[in-house]
Structures are given as C-alpha cells and as structure tokens.
C-alpha cells in the first residue's frame, strides 16, 4: 500500500471472503456475479478482497444474487465488540485473508468447493443422501458437546 492508504477493515474483508465463498460454492465467476449485479468482474474482484466496502443496498443484491440471507454475509466473523479480544482476533483474520486467504478454512480449499458442487450435481434426492450417508460413515463418529 502507498502512503496515506489505509488497510481495508477486517469487517469488509470478512465480508468480501464470505461474498467470494458463496460465489465459488456457487460455480458463478466473477464475471457472471459482475453481470448480474451491473458491474465489472473488477469491482466484484475489490468487494472480494475487502477493498470497496460493500454498501445496504448492493449487499441486499448480493444476497438475492447469491441466493443466501444477509446475515450469512456476516456467519462466523469474530466478535468486533466488547473487550478488545474481538478486534484483535479480527486483525488476524484479516492478516491471514491478505496473505493468501483462509488457508486454514477447509471451507475455502478448492476440494471442498468441488465436492460441494459435485454433490448438488447428483440430480436423484434418494442418491445424493445416500452418499451424503456414505462421506458420513467414512469419518470419525461426532463426540456429543
């Protein structure tokens, strides 16, 4: 960043990686999302990355676009308010996003996106519980909270 910049705010880089997750999950390119809302794959590109903030009403048409409520825009981001702990927790998820994104997410891996899709492929309801069944049995059983 040049001087005088500042760093995009952990909450519109949480926001721009949620976009981006929702979009791939989605099998969309940037280019159709861009088309659908009026815009360059450029700015949807600057959304992702947390750069342009994303505004009320463009976040409105993200969520009829991408099909999910807009609270999903806002899942899983850590506590901003409160003590401190929060923003500090936010810094670092938006340090990891700036160096290569959400490694550490096995929901932004490029294998989950293709299994997910590939899943939503299978057109049978009765086939794709079954091998929702199968993946299921093939891990560890869940241990109760």
Do not use: C, W
């Amino acid at each position: 960043m040049e001087a005088g910049e500042s760093r995009p705010s952990p909450i519109d880089v949480h926001v721009g990686s949620r976009i981006r997750l929702r979009r791939t999950l989605m099998g969309m390119s940037q280019e159709r999302l861009g088309e659908a809302l009026g815009l360059t794959f450029q700015q949807v590109q600057k959304y992702e990355r947390g750069v342009n903030r994303v505004g009320a009403s463009r976040l409105y048409d993200l969520s009829r676009v991408l099909d999910v409520p807009i609270s999903f825009f806002f899942d899983d981001m850590p506590d901003a308010t409160g003590n401190g702990a929060g923003i500090s927790n936010i810094a670092g998820f938006a340090e990891r996003a700036e160096f290569g994104g959400l490694a550490d997410d096995p929901l932004a891996k490029r294998e989950t996106l293709e299994l997910v899709r590939a899943y939503y492929r299978i057109t049978d309801p009765s086939v794709r519980k079954r091998v929702f069944e199968l993946i299921k049995s093939m891990g560890p059983s869940e241990v109760p909270a």
